[in-house]
């Protein structure tokens, strides 16, 4: 009798366990069942913010509902994501983000959030940046800039989309290794950089290619670049490892969610991104930005920005940067 009892009490307590479960296998299988909150990380204009929309439209017909694409710009993609970190891991909000507010930011200020606070859902561009000053400037090469802060301490002033992304590490690397002092003055995202420096605020731009137009036409000249190779469009401007510095932009654009979002939520939404990246429209949009069409699923991207953590945490130890309260 005593088995017979303990067996009774097993079933129930497997079939309530069951009963639980069924609404959360019911409402993963169903979702989306509404529209979905896309936050773009940095302000309107920008290549983040225009290849992300393109993206979105494109991905909308694969999930059956539409994804509602707003900015928060600010701390380099901080500001947005310790927003998006306050919400609930439901997949109804995610955000486009690049790869220097998941894994640099938190290492080098303190925000609201931490990289393990998010699940990648996929990656889909590998940025190219570099360099850029008005074209009637007197500094036609990047060693003419540098031989202009030298003898002008301070004075050389440039534009990021925020302190802490690669583009700023870029330019504080150089100044580190030439012993050079030069004054960072972040932005909201790389649209108002670019006016900040077509408008002569400051002296250049270190960013990805919002300025890619005004160089083709000619109101702006490319000094150097950040990539690990020359920019198709431009093969006569170095790198800076061309240069001597042992530096380069590793950035991704990144479509993640919270942690705790059902996995199969993430697998739906990757699945949908994934298939929108095939869109001619999409792959013209990232080409004309000359960046790379690149995708990594929701593991592999967790893999690489793991790893991206780290070696990034070795180089601000290299430059003695401290972590800001």
Known sequence: MKQKGWKRGKMILVFGFLFILVPVFSFAQQYPTKPINLIVTFAPGGTLDTSTRILASKAEKFLGQPLVVSNVGGGAGSVALGQVAKK???????????????????????VPYGHEDFVPIMHFAAVQSGVVVKSDSPYKTFKDLIEYARKNPGKVTYATSGAGSPMHMAMEYVAEKEGIQW??????????????????????????????????????????????????????????????????????????????????????????????????????????????????????TKKYLEDAYQRFGVMIRKLNIQKEK
């Open 88 to 110: 609930r891991p439901d997949g109804y909000d995610i955000t486009s983000c690049t790869s220097t507010g998941l894994i640099r930011i938190p290492q080098l200020r303190a």
């Open 183 to 300: 004054t960072h003055v972040p932005q909201t995202g790389g649209a108002p950089g670019l006016t900040a420096v077509l408008g002569g605020h400051v002296t250049a731009m270190s960013d990805s290619t919002e300025w890619l137009p005004h160089v083709q036409e000619g109101s702006l000249r490319l000094l150097v670049t950040h990539g690990e190779r020359r920019m198709k469009g431009f093969p006569n401007v170095p790198t800076l490892r061309d240069l001597g510095y042992d530096f380069i932009n590793e950035t991704v654009f990144v479509i993640a969610a919270l942690k705790g979002t059902p996995p199969s939520i993430v697998k739906k939404l990757d699945e949908a991104f994934h298939k929108a990246m095939d869109d001619p429209e999409f792959i013209k949009a990232i080409q004309n930005l000359e960046f790379d069409v690149a995708y990594r699923n929701s593991e592999d």
